[in-house]
């Protein structure tokens, strides 16, 4: 009892620190911005627009952007929030991010979650102290990009996927078998709101779990939910599009674009859209087919250009595992220290985790595989540190594991592969 109380409050003052931090954070960044006439964003670009397609939703017009009217640029969730903040507060943006800050907070506490169902309470406390205090984890948590928001809610779908492993297949298990299994569905759903890149992993999810699983049958269900529960979300958003752009779009028209910046003749493995300004071919042609051209362009070139193809990938690979940020303006020596050597050894002690408990697959798979997930969805489009940090936040769990070890209670949380397997078995 008295040990449960003590894992309590520790909780609660990794939590407050956590949120501490961050409100630090957001107050001293604006204080920053306020300081520079013109300048809303620390990173320009992505941020403006979220704000506005936020500032859209909040005054109840189009979700739209740009003229010519953009109107499936970007997925609805992270505006969605922004929404909620200009709602609150007009257009303060020192609340949004304090709002933010809170988010991510929920995402150290989303973080013992999946520590303490995948390993142990002890595990879960340190993967949360170390998500609390992560420089980038922190300086994201106030910046007003997308980041924060996806990597809780990708927590979420993560920690909903191991509820539903960790499961039985006896009668008296069916009922919450259902509960879960929408639940994964709703999860991977809500994340794919914020990102549309997180759509394959519900379905990456019930290939892996339908292979191993002794129980086809009762399985096959459990995954027909999972996908069944992610269609019906994402169904409204995709009728929306139907009706403003004539096609069934369940992502957004960003991702041509997105891909031939990647994949051109002068991509470097960095984002340089100045071709689609250049081209204007929103003046001449619809989004949806704007999407398709820039799409049918970009393979194209791989076809043509295989080698040079390859030579991109491993560029990018090269810029989504860089310790540090790629970006010009936060190259000082302080700032890469800071950012690259919590980095470093969150990657070591994730690998000894990895090594300690190498017989727990859907452990490794929940914690590692999301950025090992996202470097080879980045090694085709654009990489950068960003689009790795909310995969970080599950790597802070394998790290803990290798800093806690294999113990006994940990023994006692195994929600391996083997314990799917077996569980009907070893319940009765």
Known sequence: MRSTMIRRQSLLLILLAAFAGRAVAAVALQRSLDRRPGQSFLIEGDANGYWELGGQLAAGKPYQIYHPPRRVLRMPGF???????????????????????????????????????????????????????????????????????????????????????????????????????????????????????????????????????????????????????????????AWRNRQVTGHWVFTTLWVGASLYDGLNPDATGSSDMTFFDHDHLMTRMSEYDVDRYYRARAWNFVRMHPVRTLKLAAIKLGRYWKPWPNAAPFQSAPLRLAVAVPFVVLLLLSVRGGWLYCDRFAALALTAGPILYFAAVHAVFIGSLRYRLPAEYPLCVLAAAGIVGRSPESEGSDASVERFRDAERNRR
């Open 79 to 237: 505006p969605a929030f922004l929404a909620i903040a200009r709602i609150l507060a007009g257009n303060s943006f020192l609340l949004a991010r304090i709002l933010q800050a809170a988010v991510g907070t929920a995402g150290c506490w989303l973080t013992y979650l999946l520590g303490r169902e995948l390993f142990s309470r002890h595990v879960g406390l340190w993967a949360a102290a170390i998500s609390a205090v992560l420089p980038t984890f922190v300086g994201f948590s106030v910046v007003l990009l997308s980041e924060t928001l996806f990597a809780t809610a990708l927590l979420a779908s993560l920690w909903t996927m191991c509820r539903l492993i960790r499961l039985g297949f006896g009668p008296e298990h069916r009922r919450r078998a259902v509960g879960w299994s929408l639940a994964v569905g709703a999860a991977c759903a809500a994340a794919t709101f914020v990102r549309p890149s997180w759509l394959l992993c519900g379905p990456l999810f019930v290939v892996m779990y339908f292979a191993l699983s002794r129980h086809k049958r009762q399985t096959a269900v459990r995954g027909v939910l999972v996908i069944g529960a992610l269609f019906l979300l994402l169904l409204p958003w």
